[in-house]
T-cell receptor
Framework: EAQVTQNPRYLITVTGKKLTVTCSQN?????MSWYRQDPGLGLRQIYY???????DKGDVPEGYKVSRKEKRNFPLILESPSPNQTSLYFC???????????FGQGTRLTVV | DQQVKQNSPSLSVQEGRISILNCDYT??????FLWYKKYPAEGPTFLIS?????DKNEDGRFTVFLNKSAKHLSLHIVPSQPGDSAVYFC??????????FGTGTSLTVIP
């Protein structure tokens, strides 16, 4: 089954404790992206990747890092999480513009 | 500053009638537009898209209209069904890499 898998689905952490949210897709997609969803702000793009070792900043990259060492994986790293990073995070992938984008089920992160 | 705006947070429609969801954008460089549907506790799912070379794209019950001069697009759902009840997001892109989303419109279709 074609899917984008994010882990964990729910995470509560403390300020400053490094964390990684994993994202994996099984469709051999070249394009992957991370978004955060906040009330009243919709979805905002954090980072995207056009292919292995090619990443670029989206609209709200501050406080986040990503890596794309292999095509299927695109982890989101919060080196020093802060409460303003409490949000619902989505990973997405596609073959590129004009192709259907598949989203993961989301990771609800709470930073206290 | 929000480059893609959905000014109606919610919309209620009777089953069988037309649902019209609206989206406005400010960046004239946007040339590709998409609509996504999102159910609670799930990720968004792609619904329909349109490029700026067209002014209409249809897929079954869903039609997207683009008015470039007004920087406005709309999604029409005809006929509306209870299963269409969800949050709808419009999104736009100028480069095909970076996407800007609206804040979403919650559609309720009343049986």
């Amino acid at each position: 089954e074609a899917q984008v898998t994010q882990n964990p689905r729910y995470l509560i952490t403390v300020t400053g404790k490094k964390l990684t949210v994993t994202c994996s897709q099984n469709m051999n997609h070249e394009y992957m992206s991370w978004y955060r969803q906040d009330p009243g702000l919709g979805l905002r793009q954090i980072y995207y990747s056009m292919n292995v070792e090619v990443t670029d900043k989206g609209d709200v990259p501050e406080g986040y890092k990503v890596s794309r060492k292999e095509k299927r994986n695109f982890p989101l790293i919060l080196e020093s999480p802060s409460p303003n990073q409490t949000s619902l995070y989505f990973c997405a992938s596609s073959y590129g513009l004009g192709f259907t984008t598949f989203f993961g089920q989301g990771t609800r992160l709470t930073v206290v | 500053d929000q480059q893609v705006k959905q000014n109606s947070p919610s919309l209620s429609v009777q089953e069988g009638r037309i649902s019209i969801l609206n989206c406005d954008y400010t960046n004239s460089m946007f040339d590709y537009f998409l609509w996504y549907k999102k159910y609670p506790a799930e990720g968004p799912t792609f619904l329909i898209s349109i490029s700026s070379i067209k002014d209409k794209n249809e897929d079954g019950r869903f039609t997207v209209f683009l008015n470039k001069s007004a920087k406005h697009l709309s999604l029409h759902i005809v006929p509306s069904q209870p299963g269409d009840s969800a949050v709808y997001f419009c999104a736009a892109s100028a480069t095909g890499n970076q996407f800007y989303f609206g804040t979403g419109t919650s559609l309720t279709v009343i049986p």
